[in-house]
């Protein structure tokens, strides 16, 4: 299967997986926002609102979680380059129609490649994070959501999921 046809990026013509060569690609800023959640019963959304969860602040250790897990990228998905992001935020926030928090992250860099990965790890770290601290109240929370809300810079040109409003 070729990785032109597919239009995947990571396979090449042989149909093995293989890292971009994006040596000759222009520098661009390029910033990436993804978004996920948590959902969890009402009980324990107060808990962790009130800061009583056994383990301590669960939404300042998510928030430094999902920074520290998207500068980590790179060592967590393979084919994915190490980059020097210039920011990432991660900002967790009440829902009570899940009931649950938000969690949103957005990366951002100079550089010749995209920080969706980056954003999506950062998310998905920073829900694993939330699920561990409060885990001990309630096993049956769910996470779930996890997606790439827009991006922008590079080749590939601007992204905004369709369900995104801005």
Known sequence: MSGEKAGLTHIDAAGEAHMVDVGDKADTTRIATAEGHVKMAPATLQLILEGNAKKGDVVGTARLAGIMAAKQTSNLIPLCHPLMLTKVSVEIAEDSTLPGLRVAATAKLTGKTGVEMEALTAVSVACLTIYDMAKAADKAMEIGGI??????????????????AK
């Open 147 to 164: 997606r790439l809300l827009e991006k922008s810079g590079g080749k590939s040109g601007d992204f905004r999921h369709p369900e995104h």
